[in-house]
């Protein structure tokens, strides 16, 4: 059973920062393409930034240059690093396990809600 656990999230000013983690059991995380997505009120998930296996990374232009997603294999975890952060970024973060064996399918954790206040 794939499990994901989100941490990291929580309450900052405009400009500053903070890391989420993930932590994921139950996959070989290390041939896994991972993600972050996020989701504010009143709008859709939407892709924050996304790694693959060999550690190609795909950024939402709204978070380039801000946002660093990484991985640690050796820990199975998954980290969002975010700086400067708007109130525009204010959003529940999801992790996004993509499964490709035996079937395609997509893992979601519960998400950890990030606040940025003006």
């Known amino acids: 059973q794939v499990q994901l656990v989100e941490s990291g999230g929580g309450l900052v000013q405009a400009g500053g920062s903070l890391r989420l983690s993930c932590a994921a059991s139950?996959?070989?995380?290390?041939?896994?393409?991972m993600g972050w997505y996020r989701q504010a009120p009143g709008k859709q998930r939407e892709l924050v930034a996304r790694?693959?296996?060999?550690?190609?990374?795909t950024y939402a232009d709204s978070v380039k240059g801000r946002f660093t997603i990484s991985r640690d294999n050796t820990k199975n975890t998954l980290y969002l690093q975010m700086n400067s952060l708007k109130p525009e970024d204010t959003a529940v973060y999801y992790c996004?396990?993509?499964?490709?064996?035996?079937?395609?399918?997509?893992?979601w954790g519960q998400g950890t809600l990030v606040t940025v206040s003006s």
């Open positions: 996004n396990a993509l499964i490709v064996l035996p079937t395609r399918r997509e893992v």
């Open positions: 139950g996959l070989i995380f290390s041939m896994t393409t």
């Open positions: 790694i693959t296996s060999g550690s190609s990374t």
